[in-house]
C-alpha cells in the first residue's frame, strides 16, 4: 500500500499520560497536514508543513500538543498530559503541491 | 472566518431514487470547494472539486456563487453510494487548509 499510513491506529490512554502519533505520507509528498475529528463532526485543522516547515497551526492546538517533521518525510504529533477531550481520530494527509489531499486511515485515541 | 454547512445529518433513499445533498458556505473570498467520502471503514477520499468540473461516479456539484451552495447530486442512487459524504472548503487552492462540514451520512436502500 504506497498511500499514507498511520500508526498506531487505535490507542488508549490514562489521563495524564503522553502520546505520540505518527504520519508517513505518500512519498515525495512536499505537504503534510494533521486533522482531528470528533463524534459527530467533520474533521477540523490542527497543523500542517511544507516540507520541514511548519506553516500554521490551529487555534485548536493548545500547548499540550506539538508536531514535527524533522526531515520533511514522516511527521509526529505528540499530545502531553491527555486530557479526555482528546480523545477523537487524528488524521493525517499529504499532498504534492498544488494538487488534493490524500488521507491517511487515522489512529483513534480514547482517554481514559 | 470561514464556515461550512451541511444541514441534514442523514438521508436514507431507495435504489434509482435521485439524491442531493446540500452544502452551503459562508466566505468572503474565492474559495474552492470539494466533497469528500467515506465508505464503510475505509479512508475519507476526495470524490470531486468545483474546479474540474468532473462527473464522479455520476455525481456533480455545482458552485453557486449567489447561493454560496455546492449541492452533490446523482439523478441514480446506487446502493454502493452508501457512505458518509462531507462537504470542504479551501480558500487557498487544493493543498492548503481545509475546513470541512459535520458530513451526512447516505443510505441507500434496495
Known amino acids: 500500500d504506497t498511500g499514507v499510513s498511520q500508526n498506531p491506529r487505535h490507542k488508549i490512554t490514562k489521563r495524564g499520560q503522553n502520546v505520540t502519533f505518527r504520519c508517513d505520507p505518500i512519498?515525495?509528498?512536499?505537504?503534510l497536514y494533521w486533522y482531528r475529528q470528533t463524534l459527530g463532526q467533520g474533521p477540523e485543522f490542527l497543523t500542517y508543513?511544507?516540507?520541514?516547515?511548519?506553516?500554521?497551526k490551529s487555534r485548536l492546538l493548545s500547548d499540550r500538543f506539538s508536531a514535527e517533521r524533522p526531515k520533511g518525510s514522516f511527521s509526529t504529533l505528540e499530545i502531553q498530559r491527555t486530557e479526555q477531550g482528546d480523545s477523537a481520530m487524528y488524521l493525517c494527509?499529504?499532498?504534492?503541491?498544488?494538487?488534493?489531499?490524500?488521507f491517511g486511515p487515522g489512529t483513534r485515541l480514547t482517554v481514559l | 472566518a470561514q464556515r461550512v454547512t451541511q444541514p441534514e445529518k442523514l438521508l436514507s433513499v431507495f435504489k434509482g431514487a435521485p439524491v442531493e445533498l446540500k452544502c452551503n458556505y459562508s466566505?468572503?473570498?474565492?474559495?474552492?470547494l470539494f466533497w469528500y467520502v467515506q465508505y464503510s471503514r475505509q479512508r475519507l477520499q476526495l470524490l470531486l472539486r468545483?474546479?474540474s468540473r468532473e462527473s464522479i461516479k455520476g455525481f456533480t456539484a455545482d458552485l453557486n456563487k449567489g447561493e454560496t451552495s455546492f449541492h452533490l447530486k446523482k439523478p441514480f442512487a446506487q446502493e454502493e453510494d452508501s457512505a458518509m459524504y462531507y462537504c470542504?472548503?479551501?480558500?487557498?487552492?487544493?493543498?492548503?487548509?481545509?475546513?470541512f462540514g459535520k458530513g451526512i451520512t447516505l443510505s441507500v436502500r434496495p
Open positions: 508543513f511544507q516540507n520541514e516547515a511548519q506553516l500554521e
Open positions: 494527509a499529504s499532498s504534492p503541491d498544488f494538487e488534493t489531499q490524500y
Open positions: 470542504a472548503l479551501s480558500t487557498s487552492g487544493a493543498n492548503s487548509k481545509l475546513t
Open positions: 512519498s515525495e509528498h512536499n505537504r
Open positions: 468545483h474546479i
Open positions: 466566505y468572503s473570498g474565492s474559495p474552492e
